[in-house]
């Protein structure tokens, strides 16, 4: 089916908004790149609730009743039973750090693991954490340099806030770019092997295993040395020592920190900035005004969510939202549908950065909840204040709009 869709071409007048036909995405792992999946994502969410794509050979949940009710099964895991790892990415470093996440593991949803790496991030100072986000904000300005066009923003929208993370942990300043790298290439590996986007190949996952091998080394050496280690290192040694983790569960969450908000944030960002080059009004108020960009990033979170969908297997046969399915079956929870489902927001369809009562599934629910919630969206405050302050070429984002590819994660890039 087509739907209707909003596109900006370029005239003699500058860029001009227009109306064009709009393929649908084929499906829901083809739906985060798509330029508008909203209103297929609220038809599903409204009039499919939750059903069996037989062509892919997976289940659907996109109305917030399913999704929730699939997040908090005991029935729903994060992995099939019998492939903790995918298979592509068996026998080395990525297969070892995968396997650790707290994130893949469900023999850990509400165990000590789980807890003392929801309790270090929770914790974090979320004071300190502004300051020294703001801190280095200001330093990589200078390292990437004037004048800051489309591509810069990009640059700084994925930089900031994982080196944040990193800073958190203790990793020097000069390492903050190889470990960028190396969560990249562990990152590629990951999503290549378990969802095909990118198709694998030997050398995407023969990088993914160096990159891992990278990460976990670093963050092993900063463990074991007590003057180096950042707060964040700091809480998950100390809390997972007190709760008898293995050592290397906590090294490789440690490095989860990393990996798990890199894309996420970086992508909140650029969305936030989207709907601000797309509504010039609201930008004019939120410049006077940055309290406005608490509620504002809420409702992107809501309207336009970078999680757009994760996944669930089946640990045996078993009933939800009323279909039988069979053990193994896989289920993808689509999120970013649910927030567009008026049993859980009136009116979805609707921007507003004063909306009461918002609800989003952006940050999940359930036993594998993010413990950042609070943490991820300050340190996207921070960083979209500053680019304000510096000068965001907003007339120039829509041109250079692509979405990075990828099943789950809608990411924008300012890059064309
Ligand atoms: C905008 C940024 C972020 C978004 C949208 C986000 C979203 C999510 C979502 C949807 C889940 C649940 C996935 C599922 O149930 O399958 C999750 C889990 C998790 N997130 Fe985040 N996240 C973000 C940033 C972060 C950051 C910065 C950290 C660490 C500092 C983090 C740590 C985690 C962890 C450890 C889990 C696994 C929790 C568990 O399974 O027990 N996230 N995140």
Known sequence: MMQQG?????????????????????????APPHPDPYPWYGRLARERGFFRDDANNWWVAASAAAVREVLTSDVCLTRPMHERVPAGLRDGAAADIFSRLVRLRDDQARGPLKDVVTAAVRNIDLRQLA?????RANELDAEIGLPFDAAKTTQFMFALPVQIVALLLGVPRERLADVMGWLGAYGAAAAATGTNIPVPTAEIIARGHQGAQALFDLLRNLKINDAERGPLLTALTNEGRRAGCDEND????AVGTMIQGYAAMASL????????????????????DRKLLRPLIQEVCRFDPTTNSTFRFMARDGEIARHTLRQGEMIIVMLAAANRDPALNPEPDRFDIARADRK?????????????DKLAPLI????????LTRGVP???LEAALS??????????????
């Open 403 to 416: 979405y990075a590819p990828s099943g789950h994660i809608r990411t924008p890039l300012f890059n064309r």
């Open 394 to 396: 907003f007339e120039k």
């Open 269 to 288: 960002i650029g969305l936030t900035l989207l709907a601000l080059a797309r509504r010039p009004e609201l930008r004019a108020q939120v410049m006077a």
């Open 250 to 253: 906590i090294v490789a969450n």
């Open 380 to 387: 996207v405050e921070i960083a979209l204040d500053h680019l």
């Open 360 to 372: 989003y599934l952006e940050f999940g629910a359930g036993p594998h909840a993010c413990p950042a």
């Open 131 to 135: 300051t020294l986000t703001q801190a």
């Open 6 to 30: 909003r596109r900006w071409l370029k005239s003699k007048e500058g860029l001009m908004p227009t109306t064009v036909l709009e393929a649908e995405p084929q499906h829901v792992r083809a």
